[in-house]
């Protein structure tokens, strides 16, 4: 109740309010829309920006690093921990969710993070039910892909490397792994794990399909953000 009329209060009265009453850790500069923050333990870094009709909400243990920006109406739900780097920059209407208690045979690890300056475009769903991990500035571009750890009855954790492009509508299956500096391509379905840098991976299902050219090497190394630090 107290963090739903929070929710509502203008940012300055707001990060005072979630400071002393829950004793929330947020830095200078910080600036939240109208969003309702519900974690256990959360810390925020400086100059993060949180726009309008956000919910994070169920998170045991919830972290957003210096310089990050948030859009609006994105979903942050459940699990251990969800941790979020610096600079990096997610967009709108995205469902990062793990499900409570899920009713399978093996031990799970309900994390999320987010590497330092990484990019998530718009209506993107993560199940983080067990572990998914992205590398430094990894874009997940376009919109409407899902990335997925669980299954009826098991969980497998997903990660991906630095720098990775994943192309908009891919889906990605619990347990895959793609390695730092590829391109996944438009639609392609990720099953299991891949071992080479500089690829592009595409299809259904996935598989990779040739080594980068020195044009999309370019493309996955050049910084995700203009201010993007250099020790990032």
Not at 23 to 43: N, P, Q, W
Not at 75 to 89: P, Q
Not at 119 to 144: P, Q, W, Y
């Amino acid at each position: 109740m107290f963090l739903a009329f929070a929710a509502v209060l203008p940012s300055p009265i707001a990060k005072s309010f979630l400071r002393i009453f829950f004793g929330y850790k947020i830095g200078k500069g910080v600036r939240i829309g109208f969003s309702l923050i519900d974690a256990h333990r959360c810390s925020i870094g400086d100059n993060v920006s949180i726009g309008h009709l956000n919910v994070f909400t169920g998170i045991d243990e919830l972290s957003i690093g210096e310089h990050t920006r948030i859009g609006a109406l994105n979903i942050f739900r459940g699990g251990s921990r969800i941790a979020i780097g610096r600079y990096c920059e997610i967009l709108r209407l995205n469902e990062i969710n793990s499900i409570p208690e899920p009713d399978v045979v093996n031990e799970i690890d309900p994390q999320c993070i987010i590497g330092d300056g990484s990019m998530i475009g718009a209506s993107h769903k993560i199940d983080f039910t067990d572990r998914v991990e992205f590398g430094k500035c990894v874009i997940l571009g376009g919109r409407n892909s899902s990335i997925w750890t669980h299954n009826r009855q098991r969980t497998a954790p997903v990660f991906v490397g630095e720098r990775t492009y994943l192309g908009s509508e891919i889906r990605v299956a619990p347990g895959a792994a793609i390695p730092a500096r590829c391109i996944v391509g438009l639609g392609s379905v990720v099953v299991g794990k891949f071992d080479s840098e500089y690829r592009l991976i595409g299809g259904m299902p996935a598989k990779e399909i040739k080594e980068l050219s020195e044009e999309d090497r370019f493309l996955v190394e050049r910084d995700t953000r203009k201010d993007l630090p250099a020790n990032i």
